[in-house]
């Protein structure tokens, strides 16, 4: 059974930091791109941040470029997001996703999410 796990979110200030952690489990995710996704209170879910398999591919949200910084440890099976600099608007669920290849990915595998909440 393919499981994504996240962990890391919580209540924190505007300007502070959080590390948001994701742990796969069930198969092999060689080849896969992983990335995080938001989803805040009425609004749609949006891509955040996603990394290929090497780690050589990155790419970012206008909004949370030079903020947030996406990584991988494929040792562990862990993609990491280190959100700098928080601001209110980021206050959302972050999930992680899971997909195959890396210039148009459909992500099959999902994690249930964690809070993130950014007071001002």
């Known amino acids: 059974q393919v499981q994504l796990v996240e962990s890391g979110g919580g209540l924190v200030q505007a300007g502070d930091s959080l590390r948001l952690s994701c742990a796969a489990s069930g198969r092999t995710f060689i080849g896969f791109t992983m990335a995080w996704f938001r989803q805040a209170p009425g609004k749609e879910r949006e891509s955040v941040a996603a990394i290929s398999w090497s780690g050589s591919r990155t790419n970012y949200a206008d909004s949370v470029k030079g903020r947030f910084t996406i990584s991988r440890d494929n040792t562990k099976n862990t993609v990491y997001l280190q959100m700098n600099s928080l601001k209110p608007e980021d206050t959302a669920v972050y999930s992680c996703?899971?997909?195959?290849?890396?210039?148009?990915?459909?992500?099959?595998?999902w994690g249930q999410g964690t809070q993130v909440t950014v007071s001002s």
């Open positions: 996703a899971a997909g195959p290849g890396t210039a148009v990915v459909q992500y099959n595998y």
